[in-house]
């Protein structure tokens, strides 16, 4: 009789055949639930999902690091991203944060193109047949010289709410008002109206009395800037108080965005992102970009000269901003909590410990740069140019989103590198695109741990 036919009609042997296969399959189902993840559930196999592989601790001798506790997260279903970014609320090096995510993982992002603020009066970019957006994070416009403000159901079309963790980030309002009136140089233009030069305080004075006002409330780019971006303008209508306009809106905040983030806090906060999104701290490592600094000439905000008559002054106007700015810092304070302030904190210092091991690897701190919006930077090591991390994380969000819409734009033709005006950098940041991703599904000891692979 056959080998096989044999083994059949032995009811030892399938009873042992039996016995292996449930064996074999215990052991894979406590393998899963022990990782956390699944190979199905990766990036690695081409799927691109944003819900990837859990943190664990980092991987250094001698030491043991522990992750915050991961609570039952009502967010693990939403796999797209729509990141609302306000100004002068330290936004830049967050978005490049996400640029590196979605480049790793050859993520589509929304964009208009060949432009780095999406432009509500303009078509996004086209897609390849069967692509889908992933990712939203730039700057909300009307046009290029138009400033406006978010508008959801636009918003909403592009990324549906139910698939998308949608999340923003607001400041400390006298603080935000101040870089922004500063970085925008209000001043310079209220200097050369009255032909003469002004103190700050004599600025915003001016700059206050001569601002329209609707039922004697301000909100624009200057004052009431956040609120002005998350689109308060709509809330303000005639013949509603005041304050009922300001409940409404923050109402409308509190479904619209899963998460508001406090620049003040932007370590914890980021912590808090990586919990809800499920990342590792990899994923949230940052470089700082766009800052101020005592050194060449660009004074710290928090040192700006202005006297206790102006700040009043501009609480009394801010008044939007402080009442959203108040509410969203209890709230975060709650989620806080809620996470574990203790693991929270431990956590932070992990992260922080990362971040200057990253900056050490990347930026040379002995030399500054100045820009010509009075912003300052380190540049790169000569030593981190080939480092493809450091340079995304370093790089111009301008040229990066440009190089994203020659690199997803099925349209492309050469003759746009005149028409947009490419720069090379963009056509140099396109490589780099390519051999990142390359980079992350080759070096697989590095993913889901908290240490930093550049």
């Known amino acids: 009789m056959p080998l096989f036919s044999r083994i059949l009609h032995d009811k030892r042997v399938l009873l042992m055949l039996a016995c292996l296969t449930l064996i074999v399959f215990l052991v894979a189902t406590s393998f899963k639930e022990l990782t956390g993840a699944s190979l199905l559930n990766s990036p690695i196999n081409g799927s691109p999902m944003l819900q990837i592989i859990r943190p664990t601790p980092e991987r250094n001798p001698g030491t043991i690091q522990k992750s915050v506790t991961e609570p039952p997260n009502e967010y693990q279903h939403k796999k797209k991203l729509m990141f609302f970014k306000t100004h002068k609320c330290g936004t830049s090096s967050l978005v490049n944060v996400l640029y590196l995510y979605g480049i790793r993982r050859n993520l589509n992002f929304v964009l208009t193109p060949y432009q780095h603020q999406l432009l509500y009066s303009e078509p996004?970019?086209?897609?390849?047949?069967?692509?889908?957006?992933?990712?939203?994070?730039?700057?909300?416009?009307?046009?290029?010289?138009?400033?406006?403000?978010?508008?959801?159901?636009?918003?909403?079309?592009?990324?549906?709410?139910?698939?998308?963790?949608?999340?923003?980030?607001?400041?400390?309002?006298?603080?935000?008002?101040?870089?922004?009136?500063?970085?925008?140089?209000?001043?310079v233009f209220l200097e050369r109206q009255v032909h003469r030069n002004l103190t700050l305080d004599e600025q915003i004075e001016l700059y206050v009395s001569q601002t329209k006002r609707v039922d004697n409330v301000i909100c624009n780019r200057v004052i009431n800037p956040m609120s002005y971006d998350l689109g308060f303008p709509r809330f303000l209508k005639a013949g509603i108080p005041l304050e009922t306009a300001i409940q409404n809106f923050?109402?409308?905040?509190?479904?619209?965005?899963?998460?508001?983030?406090?620049?003040?806090?932007?370590?914890?906060?980021?912590?808090?992102?990586?919990?809800?999104?499920?990342?590792?701290?990899?994923?949230?490592?940052?470089?700082?970009?766009?800052?101020?600094?005592?050194?060449v000439d660009s004074t710290r905000i928090a040192d700006l000269p202005i006297n206790d008559i102006t700040i009043n002054l501009i609480q009394k106007y801010n008044r939007i901003d402080h009442q959203v700015y108040a509410y969203f810092r209890e709230e975060f304070q709650r989620r806080l909590e809620d996470m574990g302030e203790a693991e929270v904190a431990e956590e932070v210092q992990t992260y922080h410990l990362l971040n200057v091991n990253l900056t050490n690897t990347c930026l040379d701190t002995s030399k500054i740069r100045k820009t010509k919006l009075k912003t300052v930077f380190h540049p790169i090591k000569s030593s981190a140019k080939s480092k493809l991390e450091?340079?995304?994380?370093?790089?111009?969000?301008?040229?990066?989103?440009?190089?994203?819409?020659?690199?997803?734009?099925?349209?492309?033709?050469?003759?746009?590198?005149?028409?947009?005006?490419?720069?090379?950098?963009?056509?140099?940041?396109?490589?780099?695109?390519?051999?990142?991703?390359?980079?992350?599904?080759?070096?697989?000891?590095?993913?889901?741990t908290n240490s930093t692979c550049v």
């Open 124 to 187: 996004i970019i086209k897609l390849r047949e069967g692509e889908e957006f992933h990712i939203l994070c730039q700057h909300h416009r009307k046009n290029l010289n138009q400033s406006w403000y978010y508008e959801p159901y636009l918003v909403h079309e592009i990324l549906p709410k139910n698939q998308t963790f949608y999340f923003t980030i607001i400041r400390e309002p006298l603080l935000q008002f101040l870089s922004n009136f500063q970085f925008f140089r209000f001043g």
């Open 250 to 295: 923050i109402d409308f905040l509190k479904t619209e965005f899963d998460f508001v983030m406090i620049t003040d806090r932007f370590d914890e906060s980021m912590v808090l992102l990586r919990q809800y999104l499920g990342w590792s701290l990899r994923d949230i490592v940052y470089l700082k970009r766009m800052t101020r600094s005592s050194h």
């Open 390 to 448: 450091c340079q995304i994380l370093a790089g111009s969000d301008v040229y990066i989103s440009k190089a994203l819409s020659v690199k997803q734009d099925p349209d492309f033709k050469d003759e746009y590198m005149q028409k947009y005006k490419l720069v090379q950098a963009s056509m140099y940041l396109l490589k780099l695109f390519s051999a990142l991703s390359h980079q992350y599904t080759s070096n697989k000891e590095c993913l889901g």
